[in-house]
T-cell receptor, first 117, second 115 residues
């Protein structure tokens, strides 16, 4: 079974400090991993994805994520947080097994990030 | 501009009424999805469709129905059989086929409130 865990419901950081939003996953094959961001009453916006290759993935708005296969993790990071980064962040996964439903993603419960000025 | 359009943005319904949420995309994507979002529960898949005239149940399909008569359109009907329909509903689409890396494109959502 495929699943995603986001162990923190909320993350609070001061503006200018580095931020980390945690994600761990479980898949039967090799993972395809994604981060999305959601602002209040809006749809989800794609931030970045890991398919293969370099374990450090760079995405939109200065975000990056590090894939760690041994720890089955894909934590989202940013070196210097902005107040405008405050939003709900979702991690998602699917595996590369051809038997799985193409395009179906499994989402975590979300982590609310608050950046204080 | 290419994208996904959901309507209405806000909808109020009395108990016992069916309502239909619209989802239209002009991205030429084969696959379309409906998710339900509740606070603290993340996104749960209701229905998905990989091709016109075909769709499959997701994890929480009871009380919902869909159709896929056109590639661009994937409407969701919330029936009176859905016991707790108040939620934020998100429509998404993606490319299909072996080259698909699974990235979803989302609409802006529809918030349904049952009175």
């Amino acid at each position: 079974a495929q699943s995603v865990a986001q162990p923190e419901d909320q993350v609070n950081v001061a503006e200018g400090n580095p931020l980390t939003v945690k994600c761990t996953y479980s898949v039967s094959g090799n993972p395809y991993l994604f981060w999305y961001v959601q602002y209040p009453n809006r749809g989800l916006q794609f931030l970045l994805k890991y398919i293969t290759g370099d374990n450090l993935v760079k995405g939109s708005y200065g975000f990056e994520a590090e894939f760690n296969k041994s720890q089955t993790s894909f934590h989202l990071k940013k070196p210097s947080a902005l107040v405008s980064d405050s939003a709900l962040y979702f991690c998602a996964v699917r595996d590369d097994n051809r038997g799985s439903t193409l395009g179906r993603l499994y989402f975590g419960r979300g982590t609310q990030l608050t950046v204080w000025p | 501009d290419g994208g996904i359009t959901q309507s209405p943005k806000y909808l109020f319904r009395k108990e016992g009424q069916n309502v239909t949420l619209s989802c239209e995309q002009n991205l030429n994507h084969d696959a379309m999805y409906w998710y339900r979002q509740d606070p603290g529960q993340g996104l749960r898949l209701i229905y998905y469709s990989q091709i016109v005239n075909d769709f499959q149940k997701g994890d929480i399909a009871e009380g919902y129905s869909v159709s896929r008569e056109k590639k661009e359109s994937f409407p969701l009907t919330v029936t009176s059989a859905q016991k707790n329909p108040t939620a934020f509903y998100l429509c998404a689409s993606s490319m299909s086929g072996q080259v698909n890396t699974g990235e979803l494109f989302f609409g802006e959502g529809s918030r349904l409130t049952v009175l």
